[in-house]
Every structure is written in C-alpha cells, then in structure tokens.
C-alpha cells in the first residue's frame, strides 16, 4: 500500500505483486476508518441520489452501504467533522462503501456514538482520495466534487446532453416516480 500527495489531498494505493495460487478478489482500503463522533458535530453524506445525510447523534446503530450501481450515484463520501469537511473519491466503479453508526463506550472516545467509514474495492479498483478541504460542510464537499467530476469528464448538463438526445426534452417537468425506493429509509 503506497500513501502518494494527489492534488489537494492524499491518493491511497494498493497493489499486489509476485506469483502464487491465491488470488486477490476484494480488498476493504479503508475498514471502520475516518471516525467521527456526536461531540464533533459529525455528519456524512453518502451519494445515494441527490445525497443522503447521516450524523453521529441521531438514529440508532446501523449499517449503509451502497455499490456504484445499486443505488450509488456518485464515487464519493462528504465527511464533516468539528466544522471541517473531507472529500473522499474513488477512481473505479467497482466499489462499494458503508457508513456505521454505531455507539461506543470508552473513555478515550468524546461522545457516545460514532460514524465509522469503509471501501471495498474489487476488480483491479485500488485507488482512494483523500481531500481536505478545510472549513465547510457538504455543500464543499459537492462543489469540490464538481471539480473531480469535470476532470474525469462525467459533468454533463441537461443541456449538453438534450443536444445529443433531443427527445430528453419531452421529460421536462415529469415526475420521478419510484416506487419503494427509499422504503428502507422508513425501516432502519
């Protein structure tokens, strides 16, 4: 595992070398890391549509965790922690994160719960970034992702592609209807 200065941040790598009959299928580059409690004022906004918000004071224990195409819609995390934020990007789709609350009880730890942060990369995918961006929240951490996505040429607006598809114009105004779609909201 190699820890390599990325433009503004930290690039996290890892790579598996040499001959043998064991095959590395996955990979969790980052396990339970990034702790961030109720006394920092902790929140996480994982890319489940629009963005989903979770903090460290409220709700009780749960696992969220989402893969690039089941439900993810972006290849990133928003961390905010005592009033600064933290961009976390991958470069591959074939991830999957997951976001813990959990409660914790040690005297060590200020608060009683804690958000916990892990990435399961597979298929070749190993590569995490790591951007601090100082003080701010997740609209920071959007606009820094913004740029991210402009660099790697996902940014496409409305407009850009009803160029390419004229009919996408039609669906202006249009519902989006789905149903049961954040039903397990509703259960955890």
């Known amino acids: 595992m190699t820890e390599t200065a990325a433009p503004g941040g930290l690039a996290v790598t890892i790579a598996a070398t040499g ?106 995918a190993a590569r995490v970034h790591l951007r601090p961006l100082g003080k701010g929240d997740y609209v920071t951490a959007a606009r820094a992702y913004r740029d991210v996505a402009v660099r790697r040429g996902w940014r496409v607006t409305r407009g850009d592609y009803a160029k390419q598809h004229p009919e996408v114009r039609a669906l202006s105004g249009a519902a989006d209807f789905k149903p049961g779609a954040d039903l397990h909201r509703l259960l955890v």
């Open 19 to 124: 001959r043998s009959d064991w095959h590395v299928d996955r990979v969790w580059l980052l396990d339970s890391a990034l702790p961030a409690t109720e006394a920092a004022a902790a929140r996480t906004v994982v890319p489940f549509r629009l963005g989903r918000g979770m903090t460290a004071a409220e709700g009780l224990p749960v696992v969220d965790g989402q893969t690039t195409y089941d439900g993810a819609s972006m290849q990133m995390l928003s961390l905010e922690r005592a009033g600064a934020s933290l961009l976390v990007t991958w470069d591959d789709v074939d991830a999957r994160y997951q976001v813990r609350r959990a409660w914790v009880d040690h005297p060590r730890v200020p608060g009683s719960r804690v958000l916990l942060h892990s990435l399961e990369l597979w298929n070749g």
